[in-house]
Nanobody
C-alpha cells in the first residue's frame, strides 16, 4: 500500500500563488505516476495534472500555463505550483498515486482563493 500526505493548502488572494506538496510512503516502488485532482463543493472530483516516473506531465486545459506539477524522487514528494489563482480554483486538492496494484488517495488539502 501507499500512504499519501498532502500539505500546503490555505487561503490566498486572487492572483496569488500556493505550492502544494504530497509526500508518499509505503510501497513507493510500485508507483508509476502521481497526480493532483480537485473537488469543489457540490461538484465532482476533477483532474488537474499528472506526472510519470519518467517526468512526463499532463494537465487539464484550464490549468495549463498557471499550474506546474513536479517531483523530487529523493524525497518521494510531488508538488503542484499554482500561480495566478482564481476564486474558481477554490477546492479540496487531492493527491493520487497510481500503481500496478491500484490507485491511492491522500486526505486532501483545502485551497481557498478569496479577497
Amino acid at each position: 500500500q501507499v500512504q499519501l500526505v498532502e500539505s500546503g493548502g490555505g487561503l490566498v488572494q486572487p492572483g496569488g500563488s500556493l505550492r502544494l506538496s504530497c509526500a508518499a510512503s509505503g510501497s513507493i516502488f510500485s508507483i508509476y505516476a502521481m497526480g493532483w485532482y480537485r473537488q469543489a463543493p457540490g461538484k465532482q472530483r476533477d483532474f488537474v495534472a499528472t506526472i510519470t516516473n519518467g517526468g512526463s506531465t499532463n494537465y487539464a486545459d484550464s490549468m495549463k500555463g498557471r499550474f506546474t506539477i513536479s517531483r523530487d524522487n529523493a524525497k518521494n514528494t510531488v508538488y503542484l505550483q499554482m500561480n495566478s489563482l482564481k476564486p474558481e480554483d477554490t477546492a479540496v486538492y487531492y493527491c493520487k498515486s497510481m500503481t500496478l496494484g491500484g490507485d491511492y488517495w491522500g486526505q486532501g488539502t483545502q485551497v481557498t482563493v478569496s479577497s
